[in-house]
């Protein structure tokens, strides 16, 4: 069965883990101090109105990004707060831990929060780079040109230096093995170790493509309103971060339907490049807990579905 056909599912790395998420579910499967694995699991709740927006084109990027960030943010703070720590100590865990509620609320908000104020500082940095080259590259044009050119600078330079840190390139190591998990799935092959290894660690759906098309649809979007004077130009970028979201999204969705087709294939080449930065191959343990987290996912879904067409016989 090719990738077309099957369900689409995505996931994120975390620490010492890997967190899939289906139609219905998110699970995350985290190795723990001592070895063992233990998964951390949050039904995907339904909204109406998010549902609604999410069929719009352009919207329902920005629709997703807040999803994202907000319930990626649940899942990085279960794998921060355990990874490190023996299970025989999770007493303290919950000797810390208020409402449920109150803490995935707290998370999902500071998770958003924090997107935000990432996208805002990588949007504006960039302006007044660019603007100290006026004097050379007085037109929009060059502007915009110069202005994109320090934004993917910054983005190549900012994950290449948190990438030498070694709990990030072992976040990394995970994120590969998610991708390979997804690459092997949709190959229709069996999920062990060695198939899942012998798949590739890039994928054209993954967020990091998001990320560098953000920046290449900026450069056209930019094109459109002027550079001067700054101030005016600083209020358009951050207008205009909605509308560069969303087309990039598209973008993102476009390459990934079109990745089969000769030629076609290479408009999403770049986000794979960049993927060459941001996932890096896992080891057998790592590719081990993303496969336990995409089969806990399986499970989950697959008891979904056979509930929810018993409500419909009834």
Sequence with gaps: ?????KPVYGGQAVVEGVMFGGKHHYVTAVRRKDHSVEYFHLPRKGNPYFSFLKKIPFIRGIIAIIEASANGSKHLNFSTERFDLDPKEDAKIKEKEVSKFTMYLGVAVIGVISFLFGKFAFTLIPVFLAELTKPIFPSDVAQVLVEGLFKLLLLLSYIYFVSLT???KRV?????????VINTFEAGVELTIENVQAHSRLHYRCGSSFILFTVIVGVFVYLLVPTSPLWLRIVDRLLLIPVVLGIAFEVLQITNKLRDIPVLKYL???GLWLQLLTTKEPNDDQVEVAILSFNELLRREKESEVSFEKEEIV
Excluded: V
Aim: proline content about 10%; charged content about 10%.
């Design 268 to 270: 999403g080449l770049p």
């Design 172 to 180: 990394f190591q995970y994120h590969g093995a998610e991708h390979k």
């Design 1 to 5: 069965m090719s990738h077309t056909q």
């Design 166 to 168: 070694p709990l990030i």
